[in-house]
């Protein structure tokens, strides 16, 4: 079982910035792919990015050009760097990771609030 501590949520102003970190409790090398979801009240967890153990990203239309999704081997994290933010921005954020055997892991979430 991987743990996985997702850090950096809180609140911000429209138009702000934020950088979510996952710390991973092992090598990252050993995983398929990495990232980030997102669940707001009353709705279904969705994808916002994903970066691949060769390095291909994939983005949720809605983020594409503000997020960047990216990792620190050495650190077994991944970031989601979040620019202007936006109040439909808010959400859970969950860290999620799948190894290579095809389990999935998923963080404890962090909360984002951008308000207006």
């Known amino acids: 079982q991987v743990q996985l501590v997702e850090s950096g949520g809180g609140l911000v102003q429209a138009g702000g910035s934020l950088r979510l970190s996952c710390a991973a409790s092992?090598?990252?090398?050993?995983?398929?792919?990495m990232g980030w979801y997102r669940q707001a009240p009353g709705k279904q967890r969705d994808l916002v990015a994903t970066i691949s153990r060769g390095g291909s990203t994939n983005y949720a239309d809605s983020v594409k050009g503000r997020f960047t999704i990216s990792r620190d081997y050495a650190k077994n994290t991944v970031y989601l760097q979040m620019n202007s933010l936006k109040p439909d921005d808010t959400a859970v954020y969950y860290c999620?990771?799948?190894?290579?055997?095809?389990?999935?892991?998923w963080g404890q979430g962090t909360q984002v609030t951008v308000s207006s």
């Open positions: 999620r990771v799948m190894l290579v055997s095809g389990l999935l892991s």
């Open positions: 092992a090598n990252i090398l050993h995983f398929n792919d």
